[in-house]
């Protein structure tokens, strides 16, 4: 890397630090004016509160950093603007092109960190600040949701329908299994008083079977106990709360595997699955489509240029971004091009701004 480069880097990391830090401060003086009072009337002590806070910080950046990279971006190019640097460098023969690119290779850094970030740190850490939040502060039991009433799910040849579920007893109530052929017609169906879940494996009570492909009529027959090979775990029936987005990809991506295999739609899932994956590389579309912005600035305006610029692009991220993900976990658009579709329409913006830039 050259001297210029690594001025330039320098500046960007510099004032990204400082935009970071300030969003987060921001950000932490809000979530202490909302839960402090709560946590107090709870009867919290200091140090678990302390914690608590500790433990939110990667979320904290998580949801800062896109746009303190923004932010850094056009500031950076508007200060080297306003002190006259990018001129120097341009009649010095250096191309927009090299003056942008310790940028670019800054935001694909950090893109990548805030992927391994809400991969590996962000699930481990949300558990702690529930755990935290619900055993230790509150004195509640924890927190797992599951899906009590109507439970369908279907396996291969196998649907299987019950009234309700109870998580104490893993036992399943008002159990009805058909068994199904290619065209999906009825083969047999059972009856069962009772499902319960042991040694990995389900078995049903009470029942009664009939056969409908037998030649004489299906009388019914009864069995106090009958084992039940069905691809159904009580980790399947759990239902995830409603801060999914904090779960790792792979879980997600479990989940909605079970969804699907039980006949439910999994768009949700699928989308936030995929938005794990997209929502950090924001971070480089980001210092992409700054750096057009930021270059069309005179030198008098480039700071506060930089700064309403920023406000606006960030703003209308996040109105696009929100209204495909709502396509997507409705199922009105596939859930990777409802996750992914912001920052394909933002990247092209950048590049047919940057294409657009006199040289």
């Known amino acids: ?83 006259s640097e990018i001129i120097a460098m341009r009649s010095c023969g250096v191309s927009l092109l ?3 690119l310790p940028m670019l290779a800054l935001g694909l850094g950090a893109s ?38 109507n439970i369908w799910f279907r396996s291969s040849s196998m649907i299987l329908q019950a009234r309700l579920f109870e998580p104490k007893s893993n036992t399943l109530k008002g159990v009805v299994v058909w068994s199904v052929d290619d065209a999906m017609n ?6 069962a008083d009772s499902a319960v879940y042991r040694d990995g494996r389900w078995q049903l009570q009470g029942t009664t079977t009939r056969n409908f492909l037998t030649a004489g009529g299906y ?16 980790e399947d029936l759990q239902v995830l709360d409603s801060d999914a987005d904090n ?14 295999r039980g006949g439910y739609k999994a768009y949700r899932y699928l989308t936030l699955m995929h938005t794990k994956i997209a929502s950090p590389f924001a971070a480089l579309i980001m ?11 005179n030198r008098s305006s480039g700071i ?17 971004n929100a209204v495909l993900l709502s396509y997507g976990r409705s199922g009105v658009l596939p859930p990777i091009a409802a996750a992914w579709g912001a920052n394909g329409l933002f990247m092209v913006s950048g590049v047919w701004l940057s294409m657009t830039v006199k040289g």
Do not use: H
């Open 219 to 234: 009388a019914p027959k009864s069995a106090q106990t009958m084992p039940l090979d069905i691809k159904l775990k009580v």
């Open 1 to 83: 890397m050259g001297i210029l480069a690594r001025y330039i880097a320098r500046t960007w990391v510099r004032l990204l630090m400082l935009c970071l830090g300030g969003f987060v401060g921001l950000y932490l003086v809000i979530d202490l004016i909302e839960k402090i009072p709560r946590f107090l009337r709870a009867g919290g002590v200091f140090g678990d509160i302390v914690q608590y806070f500790i433990w939110k910080f990667p979320e904290m950046i998580s949801r800062t950093a896109t746009f303190s990279i923004l932010m850094a971006t056009l500031l950076t190019l508007g200060v080297l603007s306003r002190d």
């Open 186 to 191: 009825p083969v047999s169906r059972i009856d």
């Open 112 to 149: 990548l960190l805030l992927l391994i970030n809400a991969e590996l740190v962000l699930p481990v850490s949300y558990a702690r600040t529930e755990l935290i939040d619900r055993v230790k502060i509150k004195k509640k039991g924890e927190r797992v949701t599951f899906k009590r009433n």
């Open 247 to 260: 779960m790792s990809i792979r879980t997600l991506r479990e989940y909605a595997d079970n969804l699907q």
């Open 98 to 100: 090299r003056i942008s």
């Open 287 to 297: 210092v992409l489509l700054g750096i057009p912005f930021a270059l069309r600035n």
């Open 304 to 320: 506060a240029m930089g700064i309403g610029a920023g406000v606006a692009i960030g703003f209308a991220y996040f109105i696009v």
